[in-house]
């Protein structure tokens, strides 16, 4: 993808920073996302028993991961008695190749496939293409930014960073509707019919999974258009995509699941649809791709497997004051935001590095997480991690243990402070050099004559 | 009751009357305050950063200059929340343990130790409260908006005793001003304009003051402020409540 590989060069700061250059847009994205924060809360509300109700979720998901090795194998089992093919993938690649194998014994080149961030972290899209594979992405949003040749901004709202009108535009360049036309429901039905012939078609639906039940071997997948369920319905071959961490126990923890879910993602009670797809009709074939690719390492990591809780509801982004001011783009990862900023590191330190700095560490991610996720400790304890990994540059470094030295040092601290005032000069928040990042947009402090360790000596220092 | 407090580093060094008017309200409350002289910083610059593990001898330097006090009170809700989570010492764990559980945030020390209930201070203004996410967040300072639980504020409750004082509505109550520690340089346009978003807000519902328990947040938004030319300015919470 174009604006991918664009942007996978360059770090969050710099992509904030370029989206930045236009205010109006800045806070026109600010503004939608927190609406549907708001919206969140309102549906929140309405449930007295809501923080029990996270409560729960997160200790179900805690003895789900407890004891993933149990619930896998009993999942496996149960699908396959359901007359289901279950696939193991270790990695993104083998995932790729998996559906890639599937996808070429029917000899079918045309493919639907509904919402799964899965397949977006492992780029499913560009694989099949390169393999002269026709994908059609059917999620409205998910088809936008398909034809902008663009990744998702967000995992459930995918094109929330395009303006109604671009999307006219879009669509005329695409779909051929009538140039400057951006009623949203007149470009609904086009897109409706455009996908309608797409969906009737494609005999090979790909779809993700929300939910995996051990105890029945079904998946569940929720949507709000129906589109997963009208490509599963019209297709001969169903190919479910999961990470290995979406399973529950027992069909009678979902409703705690589906309650939180929609409620936390965009304030509706429920989604529209919620479609148990439990074992292939006749005649159909139903197959499902188990995938690790890194999730078994962070189970092993006692500061990060809570990570692994998350359900993807998307509450911590747009509760997060960053990324409603940085774009979903700026994270440069499937995933963007507070949960993206800590998946993406244990995939590449090396390429995500930036991302856990990407935060003000405010917390309020932490706060909406349906699952009670620790972002924002997980947030810091990545910094640690990339700082003591080398990670982070040798200026920083180098800045820091001088710091450290003066600040465990009381008296060269004080003579510091008395020659023009040490801090100003080495606070990492107030450093001066050529840039100045502080003072680009901001005055600076004004330097007092007496620090206040000065005036205690004068004014209140007991004999 | 021993009290210690602890002078945020950046607050000894731009915002000394903050200490001052610190040292001065719990004197006048009644309180016999202590300055250990030898005080630095807490180590979260380096923390946050991702160096905690170059903040050992910070850690032990404050270990050796807070050992020994009922409480430790600090007119910061972040430097506070960094001592609370993270203060180690090597040589003297107990020490450390001691002082992570001892250590209180202004406002908290005043409600829930000093439990006030009248305060001599006015301050006849429009008063916007912004509230700093550590202290909110991280140290339970009110309650926090993504939250279905009832509502409290230690900060607005002691406001609320101020003669004059008229605390202004605001449409977000609890959105980060973006100051983030190295954040504010590191990603220096998104914060930027966190502060400005967080300004309009105030400004829009008519503050003359923006106050809060953060010197760190105030100093970042006085700086938007004064780039601004705004006749707004900040206030850290101590010099309200210790004003008149």
């Given at each position: 993808m174009?604006?991918?590989q664009?942007?996978?060069?360059?770090d969050?700061?710099?992509?904030?920073?370029?989206?930045?250059?236009?205010?109006p847009?800045?806070?026109?994205?600010?503004?939608?996302?927190?609406?549907?924060r708001q919206?969140?809360?309102?549906?929140?509300w309405?449930?007295?028993?809501?923080?029990?109700?996270?409560?729960?979720?997160s200790?179900?998901?805690?003895?789900?991961?407890?004891?993933l090795?149990?619930?896998?194998?009993?999942?496996?089992q149960?699908?396959q008695?359901?007359g289901?093919?279950?696939?193991?993938?270790a990695?993104?690649e083998e995932h790729?190749?998996?559906?890639?194998?599937?996808?070429?014994?029917?000899?079918?080149t045309?493919?639907?496939?509904?919402?799964?961030?899965?397949?977006?972290?492992?780029?499913?899209?560009?694989?099949?293409?390169a393999?002269?594979?026709?994908?059609?992405?059917?999620?409205?949003?998910e088809?936008?930014?398909q034809?902008?040749?663009?990744p998702?901004s967000?995992?459930?709202?995918?094109c929330?960073?395009?303006?109604?009108?671009?999307?006219?535009?879009?669509?005329?360049k695409?779909?051929?509707?009538?140039?400057?036309?951006?009623?949203p429901?007149?470009?609904?039905?086009?897109a409706?019919?455009?996908?309608?012939?797409?969906?009737?078609?494609?005999?090979?639906?790909?779809?993700?999974?929300?939910?995996?039940i051990?105890?029945t071997g079904e998946?569940?997948?929720c949507?709000?258009?129906g589109?997963?369920?009208?490509?599963?319905q019209?297709?001969?071959?169903?190919?479910?995509?999961?990470?290995?961490?979406?399973?529950i126990?027992?069909?009678?923890?979902l409703?705690?699941?589906?309650?939180?879910?929609?409620?936390s993602?965009?304030?509706?009670?429920?989604?529209?649809?919620?479609?148990?797809?439990?074992?292939?009709?006749?005649?159909q074939?139903?197959?499902?791709?188990?995938?690790d690719?890194?999730?078994?390492?962070?189970?092993?990591s006692?500061d990060?497997?809570?990570?692994?809780?998350?359900?993807?509801?998307?509450?911590?982004?747009?509760?997060c004051?960053?990324?409603r001011?940085?774009?979903?783009?700026?994270?440069h990862y499937?995933?963007a935001g507070p949960?993206?900023?800590?998946?993406?590191?244990?995939?590449?330190?090396?390429?995500?590095a930036d991302?856990?700095?990407?935060s003000?560490?405010?917390?309020s991610?932490?706060n909406?997480?349906?699952?009670?996720?620790?972002?924002h400790?997980q947030?810091?304890?990545?910094?640690?991690?990339?700082?003591?990994?080398?990670y982070?540059?040798?200026?920083?470094?180098?800045?820091?243990?001088g710091?450290?030295?003066?600040?465990?040092h009381?008296?060269i601290?004080?003579?510091?402070?008395?020659?023009?005032?040490w801090v100003?000069?080495h606070?990492?928040f107030?450093?001066?050099?050529?840039?100045?990042?502080?003072?680009?947009?901001?005055?600076m402090?004004?330097a007092?004559?007496?620090?206040?360790g000065e005036?205690?000596?004068?004014?209140?220092?007991k004999? | 009751?021993k009290v210690?407090?602890?002078?945020?580093c950046?607050?000894?060094?731009?915002?000394?009357?903050v200490?001052?008017?610190?040292?001065?309200?719990?004197?006048?409350?009644?309180?016999s305050?202590?300055y250990?002289?030898k005080?630095t910083?807490?180590?979260?610059?380096?923390?946050n950063?991702?160096f905690?593990?170059?903040?050992?001898?910070?850690?032990?330097?404050?270990v050796?200059?807070?050992?020994?006090?009922?409480?430790?009170v600090c007119?910061?809700?972040?430097?506070t929340?960094?001592?609370?989570?993270?203060l180690h010492?090597?040589?003297?764990?107990?020490?450390?343990?001691?002082?992570?559980?001892?250590?209180?945030?202004?406002?908290?020390f005043?409600?829930d130790?000093?439990h006030i209930?009248?305060?001599?201070?006015?301050?006849p203004?429009?008063v916007?409260?912004?509230?700093s996410?550590h202290?909110?967040?991280?140290?339970?300072?009110?309650?926090?908006?993504?939250?279905v639980?009832?509502?409290f504020?230690?900060?607005q409750?002691?406001?609320?005793l101020?003669?004059?004082?008229e605390?202004?509505?605001l449409?977000?109550?609890?959105e980060?001003?973006g100051?983030?520690?190295?954040?504010?340089v590191?990603?220096?346009?998104?914060?930027?304009?966190?502060?400005?978003?967080?300004?309009a807000?105030?400004?829009?519902?008519?503050?003359?003051?923006?106050t809060g328990?953060?010197m760190?947040?105030?100093?970042?938004?006085?700086?938007?402020?004064?780039?601004?030319?705004s006749?707004?300015?900040v206030i850290h919470?101590?010099?309200?409540?210790?004003a008149g």
């Open positions: 174009e604006a991918q664009h942007t996978a060069s360059k969050h700061a710099t992509l904030a920073d370029t989206f930045n250059r236009d205010e847009r800045v806070d026109w994205h600010d503004k939608t996302l927190w609406f549907v919206k969140r809360d309102k549906a929140a309405q449930i007295p028993e809501w923080e029990h109700l996270r409560e729960t979720a200790q179900i998901k805690h003895n789900v991961l407890a004891n090795h149990h619930y896998l194998l009993s999942f496996e149960q699908a008695q359901n289901v093919t279950v696939h193991w993938a990695n993104a790729n190749q998996i559906v890639h194998s599937i996808i070429q014994k029917t000899g079918i045309r493919v639907v496939k509904s919402k799964s961030m899965l397949t977006e972290e492992c780029h499913l899209n560009d694989y099949l293409q393999q002269g594979i026709d994908v059609v992405d059917t999620d409205l949003g088809r936008i930014v034809l902008a040749n663009e998702p967000h995992i459930v709202l995918p929330i960073h395009w303006k109604k009108e671009e999307i006219g535009e879009l669509f005329h695409h779909l051929g509707t009538p140039e400057g036309n951006s009623d429901q007149f470009l609904t039905a086009a409706r019919v455009h996908l309608r012939e797409r969906f009737m078609t494609s005999p090979i639906a790909i779809t993700g999974v929300n939910f995996a051990a105890e998946v569940v997948v949507t709000n258009e589109n997963a369920d009208l490509g599963v019209l297709s001969d071959v169903h190919i479910a995509c999961m990470g290995i961490e979406k399973l126990p027992e069909r009678k923890h409703g705690v699941f589906l309650r939180l879910l929609a409620r993602a965009t304030g509706q009670p429920i989604t529209t649809y919620s479609s148990h797809f439990r074992k292939p009709r006749p005649g074939h139903m197959h499902i791709v188990l995938v690719n890194g999730r078994s390492e962070r189970l092993g006692d990060f497997r809570n990570a692994l809780k998350c359900i993807r509801c998307g509450a911590c982004m747009n509760t004051p960053v990324y001011r940085s774009g979903g783009h700026s994270y499937a995933i949960i993206g900023s800590i998946l993406a590191p244990a995939l590449d330190m090396k390429k995500n991302l856990p700095f990407a003000t560490l405010c917390g991610c932490s909406v997480c349906p699952v009670k996720i620790d972002i400790d947030l810091y304890k990545w910094r640690q991690v990339l700082a003591k990994d080398g982070v540059g040798s200026t920083k470094k180098n800045g820091m243990k710091m450290a030295f003066v600040l465990s009381p008296r601290y004080r003579i510091s402070g008395s020659v023009g005032r100003s000069r606070m990492p107030l450093v001066s050099n050529s840039l100045n990042p502080w003072a680009k947009q901001r005055e402090p004004t007092p004559k007496q620090s206040f005036w205690y000596r004068t004014n209140k220092r004999a | 009751m210690a407090i602890f002078i945020p950046y607050v000894d060094q731009f915002y000394p009357q200490g001052i008017a610190t040292l001065e309200l719990l004197e006048k409350l009644g309180v305050v202590f250990p002289e005080q910083c807490c180590g979260q610059p380096m923390a950063s991702g905690e593990h170059l903040a050992t001898s910070c850690n032990d330097l404050f050796e200059n807070f050992s020994g006090y009922d409480y430790i007119p910061s809700g972040s430097c929340l960094h001592i609370k989570d993270h010492a090597s040589a003297n764990e107990p020490a450390a343990e001691k002082i992570r559980s001892t250590v209180m945030e202004l406002t908290e005043l409600t130790v000093l209930k009248n305060l001599t201070a006015h301050f203004h429009k916007g409260l912004h509230q996410c202290g909110q967040r991280g140290l339970h300072l009110s309650q926090m908006s993504e939250l639980s009832p509502g504020s230690k900060p409750h002691l406001l609320n101020v003669q004059g004082l605390l202004i509505p449409d977000r109550t609890d980060c001003c100051f983030g520690g190295t954040f504010c590191a990603e220096e346009a998104v914060s930027v304009k966190m502060g400005k978003d967080r300004i807000d105030h400004l829009h519902h008519g503050a003359e003051y923006i328990g953060d760190s947040c105030l100093m970042h938004l006085e700086g938007i402020l004064r780039r601004q030319r006749t707004t300015k919470i101590a010099e309200i409540l210790n």
